[in-house]
């Protein structure tokens, strides 16, 4: 992992119509070619992700979005797929095409970026083609050329001056932990685990603890026990994989904190009041009832047999029931979530807060109770309480 997690990066996302000139203007942004270009209307067909430097708000990624009135069958997954950017988007930029005016779409587009509190700006492009290029931008809009590169440094400045930095006082570890404490990480090395690396969650945890100031002592749960007779001081806290809570639970002194990385993670994308309330629905699970368990990447193995393995096996065996359970990964979280006796998400370490938090929020306004990987599994073991009372 050589940059700054994506997740971690507010996002920018470029929406309007086809052919507005949306994939030009993310790559005289970026100065590349990232996004494809064409005058053949559906060219862009998913988001396409570019991470970059906007100085000065530093690390971000730019979106590029299929056209907003794409139209037949393909035409309405693009639009869907547009949509969907919506909820992990930090601010927005409407694009139009300066000869062709404003339309219905970018009035609606205008509404939604309202609607969702997303700050957005707008860019009128193709100024190169008005009879009389517009010059007077301003406060929302920027006149801007994507073929000639008028007007484009200052769509950066604008955007690089929006105030999209996620509230800094919201920390993984380092606001549990002073300079000098020790922090033992459990981080099992089964199959499951990636060769050669440690995992996004991991790092990030360990990257937040050294900031600061504690000491970081990583062991698989084999070595727990020892590690810690050995340690010599007791340690701050201890953060496990939720997978191995009830080996660490029952190794780690009751007088020590204990807790996970998705339990960490939920706190930090701003769910895990909810996710606690939520678990709650465990207590009334019937047979038949309906349980998604989602996930935010699709590429790792690790969490897709803690999702579709072992959590069915831990619901079933905490509730006695045999609930119907069903699985969705990736971007793929549903719109509709009626009828779900429980959500339960996993840390979402590749999702942004903006789009964990619009997945928690679509739950609620739906009356689905959501939840968290690490919340439910300390709560079938007897641990919930233990594994958030450090959280005031
Ligand atoms: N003259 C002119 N043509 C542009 C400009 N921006 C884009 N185009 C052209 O408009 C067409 C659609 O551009 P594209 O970036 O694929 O639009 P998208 O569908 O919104 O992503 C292409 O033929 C581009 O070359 C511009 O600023 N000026
Ligand atoms: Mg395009």
Not at 359 to 384: C, D, H, M, S, W
Request: with cysteine; aromatic share 6%.
């Amino acid at each position: 992992m050589n940059n700054t997690p994506r997740a971690n990066r507010p996002h920018i996302a470029f929406f309007g119509v086809r052919n507005a000139g949306k994939s030009s203007l993310i790559n005289a942004v970026t100065g590349q070619d990232t996004a494809i270009v064409s005058d053949i209307k559906g060219t862009t067909t998913d988001p396409v992700y570019k991470a970059m430097e906007l100085l000065p708000l530093g690390a971000v990624v730019l979106i590029d979005t299929p056209g907003f009135d794409d139209e037949g069958e393909l035409g309405d997954l693009r639009v869907r797929r547009a949509r969907q950017t919506l909820n992990k988007a930090d601010a927005a930029v409407l694009v139009t095409d300066g000869a062709a005016g404003f339309g219905k779409e970018d009035e609606a587009l205008i509404d939604l970026f309202k609607e969702k509190g997303i700050p957005f700006i707008i860019a009128i492009n193709k100024n190169d083609l008005t009879e009389c290029p517009n010059t007077s931008s301003n406060c929302e809009r920027v006149y801007v050329s994507a073929k000639t590169g008028e007007g484009v440094h200052e769509l950066k400045e604008r955007l690089a001056r929006l105030n999209l930095t996620d509230d800094p006082k919201r920390r993984l570890v380092a606001d549990l932990v002073d300079p000098g404490d020790f922090t033992v990480l459990v981080v099992p090395i089964d199959s499951a685990a990636p060769k050669g690396r440690l995992i996004l969650p991991q790092q990030q945890v360990i990257r937040d603890a050294l900031e600061a100031g504690a000491a970081v002592i990583v062991v698989k749960e084999s070595e727990l026990r020892e590690t810690l007779e050995n340690l010599g001081r007791k340690p701050k806290i201890v953060i496990t994989d939720s997978q191995a809570f009830e080996k660490v639970s029952a190794e780690t002194p009751s007088d020590i904190a204990l807790t996970s990385f998705s339990i960490l993670f939920a706190r930090y994308k701003g769910v895990l009041e909810q996710s606690v309330q939520g678990v709650e629905a465990m207590e009334t699970v019937s047979a038949g009832d309906k349980i998604l368990i989602a996930e935010g990447c699709t590429h790792h193995r690790q969490c897709d047999d803690i999702g579709t393995v072992k959590l069915p096996r831990w619901i079933r065996d905490y509730t006695g029931k045999n609930p119907e359970f069903s699985f969705v990964s990736g971007s793929d979280f549903p719109d509709a979530l009626t009828g779900y006796k429980l959500i339960v998400h996993c840390g979402g370490c590749m999702l942004n807060n903006r789009e964990m938090r619009s997945r928690e929020e679509r739950a609620a306004k739906q009356g689905a109770p959501f939840t968290n990987y690490g919340v439910i599994i300390a709560y079938t073991q007897g641990i919930l309480e233990r594994c958030t009372s450090m959280f005031s």
